[in-house]
């Protein structure tokens, strides 16, 4: 009985499945084989879509994500980046200094120097979530993308060459209209 | 070739009228000449395989080798290959294995004896010619049978067992599409056949048109190419009969497969497309014209490749035996009829 009440479920399915594949006209045989060398030709045709590399530099977007730039002045050695990131290649020192009051007459500021901010980028996966984490506006996406080394061991960048990576960043694109503004300073 | 030597031979004195008439200096000429174009066009078909079939697929291909468009890459691969380490399998059969890629080469390397270049530019003239040429293409097989059974490998046995089925389903359409044209021409012989072809070209007959598509498709699955390089089908059985082969060895198996496009594309020529007949009004010397005839096959070969996916084993023998046969019996018919009305 249950088989019987199956089998008459399935039926329309299939006849719905056979009614919507549409019905081939007749062609004439190798028609397609002749479309198909017609594809292929017309791609040997037009421009190889290849750039030869180190000739001719690749014509990326201009917020490409390259590799991730510091700019140091903004750190304030929270570690938000380096407990955020996946992979631990993030390493933060620092030292806390002090700093003239904000109004004259108040007591000195304590700021967190940053001695040490290196990522290890043997280790980076790139996914960004540093980038994303920093509260202050210290990391930035570059699209610089040239920075290979020989050794391994070479590929941990330090505070001046991540510093040196800020230049590459380009502009932040304007906000679109009627967005909300940034609260704050 | 030869009238060259005797036009020289006629007007220099006695020490070259020596040299012409000594037949075994005649034949290591003969020998030189065959071996230098059986090395370089094979190289020339392989690396228009190299950028016809990347520009194909939107890339450059080679661009550094050589400097301009990497003109040098096969050169490189050559150099290559010479270098790698020579590698048996332990379980190889050693002589059948070190024999087997020079099986393979030297029938493509004797066809080129009986290709006419031009009305006297031909080492022999064979009264056998196309019934020779059909005889050596098919010994290169044998070579493949051998490097197959000699690896000791599964994938290489079954390659090999492919290429050997492949070879006796599509040598009954080439013959018989060839035989269409020996017909036609009422001679065996290469140049007797291009002869036949002075007023019109056989490809303008729509029977031998019908013969020569044939003929194409069958020389395509003789040699093994797309789409028909079910022994080779790496995604099934690596590389076929090559797999266990390294250095100078595969490298003599590659030679022999672009070896073999330069001679069945000749030979095509002469049979359909009237061999270094030019056609009126364009002043080109015969050979050239023989090189252009070859080179557009050729190109057909490398544009088929780049076009159509392989055939499955099955597929390949019922096209063979169910399609190309009866219609190619067909062609023989219909030659006959029109020949003998």
Same mark, same amino acid.
């Given at each position: 009985m249950a088989a019987d009440e199956t089998h008459a479920e399935v039926t329309p399915t299939r006849g719905e499945t056979?009614?919507?594949?549409?019905?081939?006209?007749?062609?004439?045989?190798?028609?397609?084989?002749?479309?198909?060398?017609?594809?292929?030709?017309?791609?040997?045709?037009?421009?190889?879509v290849t750039q030869q590399y180190p000739d001719?530099?690749?014509?990326?977007?201009?917020?490409?994500?390259?590799?991730?730039?510091?700019?140091?002045?903004?750190?304030?050695?929270?570690?938000?980046?380096?407990?955020?990131?996946?992979?631990?290649?993030i390493y933060i020192e620092a030292h806390k200094e002090l700093a003239p009051p904000r109004r004259a007459g108040g007591a000195p500021r304590k700021v967190n120097k940053v001695d040490r901010f290196d990522i290890d980028y043997a280790l980076c996966m790139y996914c960004g979530i540093c980038v994303d984490v920093c509260p202050f506006d210290a990391l930035f996406w570059s699209p610089e993308y040239e920075y290979s080394e020989p050794r391994i061991a070479d590929l941990l960048h330090d505070k001046t060459k991540l510093g040196e990576w800020m230049e590459t960043?380009?502009?932040?694109?304007?906000?679109?209209?009627?967005?909300?503004?940034?609260?704050g300073k | 070739m030869?009238?060259?030597?005797?036009?020289?031979?006629?007007?220099?004195?006695? &020490?070259?009228?020596?040299?012409?008439?000594?037949?075994?200096?005649?034949?290591?000429?003969?020998?030189?000449?065959?071996?230098?174009?059986?090395?370089?066009?094979?190289?020339?078909?392989?690396?228009?395989?190299?950028?016809?079939?990347?520009?194909?697929?939107?890339?450059?291909?080679?661009?550094?080798?050589?400097?301009?468009h990497g003109w040098a890459q096969l050169v490189a691969d050559g150099v290559k290959f010479i270098q790698k380490e020579d590698i048996v399998p332990e379980a190889a059969d050693r002589p059948v294995f070190s024999m087997a890629p020079a099986v393979a080469m030297v029938p493509y390397i004797v066809l080129f004896v009986i290709i006419p270049f031009g009305p006297s530019a031909y080492i022999v003239d064979l009264d056998v010619g196309i019934f020779f040429a059909i005889a050596v293409s098919g010994i290169s097989v044998i070579g493949v049978l051998m490097a197959g059974w000699a690896s000791a490998n599964k994938f290489a046995l079954i390659g090999a067992l492919r290429a050997a089925a492949q070879l006796i389903a599509y040598e009954l359409p080439l013959i018989l599409a060839a035989a269409a044209v020996v017909m036609q021409a009422?001679?065996?012989?290469?140049?007797?056949?291009?002869q036949a072809q002075e007023p019109m070209w056989n490809i303008v007959r729509p029977w031998q048109a019908v013969g020569f598509i044939?003929?194409? &498709?069958a020389a395509l699955a003789?040699?093994?190419?797309?789409?028909?390089?079910?022994?080779?089908?790496?995604?099934?059985?690596?590389?076929?009969?090559?797999?266990?082969?390294?250095?100078?060895?595969?490298?003599?198996f590659l030679?022999?497969?672009?070896?073999?496009?330069?001679?069945?594309?000749?030979?095509?020529?002469?049979?359909?497309?009237?061999?270094?007949?030019?056609?009126?009004?364009?002043?080109?010397?015969?050979?050239?014209?023989?090189?252009?005839? &070859?080179?557009?096959?050729?190109?057909?070969?490398?544009?088929?490749?780049?076009t159509f996916p392989r055939l499955r084993e099955d597929q390949l023998q019922r096209f063979a035996w169910i399609t190309l046969i009866p219609l190619s019996l067909l062609v023989v018919l219909v030659t006959a009829i029109v020949e003998v009305s």
């Open positions: 056979s009614t919507r594949t549409p019905v081939k006209s007749w062609t004439l045989p190798g028609v397609g084989l002749l479309k198909g060398l017609g594809v292929t030709m017309k791609h040997m045709l037009k421009p190889a001719v530099k690749p014509n990326l977007p201009a917020r490409t994500r390259g590799v991730i730039a510091l700019r140091e002045d903004n750190c304030t050695s929270c570690m938000l980046c380096v407990r955020s990131c996946p992979d631990w290649c960043v380009p502009e932040a694109p304007a906000l679109e209209a009627g967005a909300e503004k940034k609260k | 030869t009238s060259l030597l005797l036009a020289q031979a006629a007007t220099e004195p006695s &020490i070259v009228n020596q040299l012409v008439d000594n037949f075994w200096f005649v034949l290591a000429i003969k020998t030189l000449v065959v071996i230098g174009f059986f090395l370089t066009a094979p190289m020339v078909v392989g690396y228009a395989e190299h950028k016809v079939l990347a520009h194909m697929q939107g890339r450059l291909g080679p661009m550094e080798a050589g400097g301009f009422g001679t065996m012989s290469m140049l007797g056949i291009v044939i003929f194409m &498709i003789e040699l093994t190419r797309p789409p028909f390089d079910m022994p080779v089908a790496d995604s099934e059985i690596i590389f076929g009969a090559y797999t266990e082969y390294t250095g100078l060895k595969f490298a003599f030679l022999a497969e672009y070896g073999g496009i330069v001679a069945l594309s000749a030979i095509a020529s002469v049979l359909y497309l009237g061999g270094y007949l030019g056609l009126p009004g364009i002043p080109l010397p015969a050979f050239m014209w023989m090189f252009a005839k &070859i080179g557009a096959l050729a190109f057909m070969i490398i544009w088929f490749r780049a």
